[in-house]
Structure formats: C-alpha cells, structure tokens
C-alpha cells in the first residue's frame, strides 16, 4: 500500500471534522499543567520541571477520555496495561472503526517513542501499508496510529502510522494539527480521491479479520 492510500485511510478512521477537537484538548492539558506548577511551589524545583512531562501525560489522558465520555468524539477507548509478567503502568488506548490509536509525548515529531514492548508489537500489523497489493493474508489485526505531541511545549501535534519494520520513522504521518482552523469548510466539491477503493479494500479485510478472530 502506499503512502497516498495510507493518508486516505488515515483520513478516513479520523476524519478532519474529528481532528479538529484535539488541539483545543492538548491547549486544555498543556496549560492546566502550567498553572498547577505556578501555582505549587514544589513544583518549580529543577528536578520538577524537569520531569513535568509525566504531569503532561496525565493531564492528555484525562482530557482525551473527558473527550470521549462527553460523546463530541464517537469512538471507544480502553485502559491497557504494560509490562510482562508484572504489570508497570497503563496506557489509554484509542478504539477507532478499524484501527487503534495510542498517544505518545515525544521532543521530534519524524521519530518515534523509544521502544518499549507494547508499542513494538502493535506498529506490527501495521505491515500491510508497505505493500500496493491488498493481500488478506496480510491483515493481522487492527493498524496502530500514534497521536504524537511536543515535550516541554505543545509546538505539534501529529497523528502518524508507525514504520513496521523499522524503530524510527513513519510511513506516513498528519500534517501539524495545531495549525488547523476551528471549524473546517469545504471550498467546493471534495477533490476525487484515487485512493478509495483502497481503502474500502483495506477496511473490508480489516473488518472481515476482526469478526472472524473476536475484536
């Protein structure tokens, strides 16, 4: 598959009109992060701010689930867990019609997340992007999307399919969605798109997989 028809499935399971609602979230959690540290002096010794990427974290998943229970994004969610055998953490993960979505806060947006086991083994089926043809045999589970944004700063905001086969890079990612306007209008009809039919191909295998082996 390539990458064109990789954007259109990207745009399909997360259409501009759902994209649109993240930015305003992460603003939300970036600055509620801020002014907790302004407000808490403990929170303004070096090794704080330094580690205030962690408070970052929570307060993303907490507005992306508000987000979710509120019904303004029609998708599911779970709490995951990782690490094996001892449990070390949990993880929201983003239930989208054929695909997932786990959320990463990284400091460059072309990479991805260090590599840890679960997000290893969900860029893996990820696979059939890498190939034109849309081979069934292929399809091994739902395609895994990373929501990426800055570190320190909220600077970008990107949601990206991960690379297969390699630890680094993407096979295709979003443009910055902070740069999206509030409210998106079409000028005039949608441009035709070449890649539909790849796409339903894709998402018809994807579906048949998901009922033949439970979810």
């Known amino acids: ?25 992460f603003r939300s959690a970036y600055n509620a992060v801020n002014a907790l540290a302004n407000d808490t002096p403990f929170l303004k010794v070096p090794s704080a701010i330094f580690n205030r990427g962690r408070m970052v974290t929570w307060a993303v998943d907490y ?17 995951a867990t990782f690490g094996s055998p001892k449990v070390t953490g949990k993880y929201i993960e983003i239930i989208l019609p054929q695909s997932r979505m786990m959320i990463s806060q990284i400091s460059d947006p072309t990479r991805q997340p260090r590599n840890v086991g679960f997000r290893e083994n969900a860029r893996v089926f990820n696979s059939p992007f890498l ?53 998106v209008v079409a000028p005039g009809p949608p441009a035709e798109d070449t890649s539909f039919n790849d796409t339903m191909t894709l998402k018809d295998q994807i579906e048949r997989w998901l009922k033949d082996h439970g979810g």
């Open 1 to 25: 598959m390539d990458t064109p028809a990789a954007l259109a499935f990207l745009s399909d399971q997360i259409p501009v009109k759902h994209q649109v609602l993240l930015p305003p979230v």
């Open 63 to 79: 507005a992306i689930e508000n987000l979710i229970q509120s019904g303004r994004w029609n998708v599911d969610y779970r709490w």
């Open 131 to 183: 190939f034109k043809e849309m081979d069934e045999d292929r399809i091994t589970g739902r395609p895994s999307f990373l929501l990426v944004h800055g570190h320190q700063e909220l600077s970008f905001l990107h949601i990206g399919i991960p690379h297969a086969t390699r630890r680094y890079g993407y096979i295709c990612t979003s443009t910055n969605l902070l740069n999206l306007p509030h409210e």
